[in-house]
C-alpha cells in the first residue's frame, strides 16, 4: 500500500500563486508516475498534470499549461504542484495520485482508471 497526504491549498485571489505538496508513504518503490487531478462541484474528475520518478517531461493538461509545474523530490518521496497565475475557474479540490503502470505517456497518465492509490484531496479557492 502506499499514502498520499496533500498539503497547501487553501484561498487565493486571481493571478496569486500556491504551491500543493503530496507526500508518499509506504511501498514507494512500486509507484512509477505521480499525477494531480482536480474535481470542481458538479463536474468529472479531470487530469492537471504528471510526472515519472523515472525521467522526462511532465504532462500537462492543456487549461493549465504554461502556468502550473509538477515536480518531484525523490529523496523526500514527494512531489509539488506550483501554480501560477490562477483563474477562478481553478477552484477546485486537488487530488494527488499515484500509479504503477509501468508506461509514461499522455494517453496513460490523463485516464484516472490507470492510478493505483489517491489522497484525500486539498481545497484549492480562487477569488475574482
Known amino acids: 500500500q502506499v499514502q498520499l497526504v496533500e498539503s497547501g491549498g487553501g484561498l487565493v485571489q486571481a493571478g496569486g500563486s500556491l504551491r500543493l505538496s503530496c507526500a508518499a508513504s509506504?511501498?514507494?518503490?512500486?509507484?512509477?508516475?505521480m499525477g494531480w487531478f482536480r474535481q470542481a462541484p458538479g463536474k468529472e474528475r479531470e487530469f492537471v498534470a504528471a510526472f515519472s520518478w523515472n525521467g522526462g517531461s511532465a504532462y500537462y493538461a492543456d487549461s493549465v499549461k504554461g502556468r502550473f509545474t509538477m515536480s518531484g523530490d525523490k529523496a523526500k518521496n514527494t512531489v509539488y504542484l506550483q501554480m501560477d497565475s490562477l483563474k477562478p475557474e481553478d477552484t477546485a479540490v486537488y487530488y494527488c495520485?499515484?500509479?504503477?503502470?509501468?508506461?509514461?505517456?499522455?494517453?496513460?497518465?490523463?485516464?484516472?482508471?490507470?492510478?493505483?492509490?489517491w489522497g484525500q484531496g486539498t481545497q484549492v479557492t480562487v477569488s475574482s
Open positions: 495520485a499515484a500509479s504503477r503502470t509501468p508506461i509514461f505517456t499522455i494517453v496513460i497518465v490523463k485516464n484516472k482508471n490507470e492510478y493505483d492509490y
Open positions: 509506504g511501498r514507494t518503490f512500486s509507484v512509477y508516475a
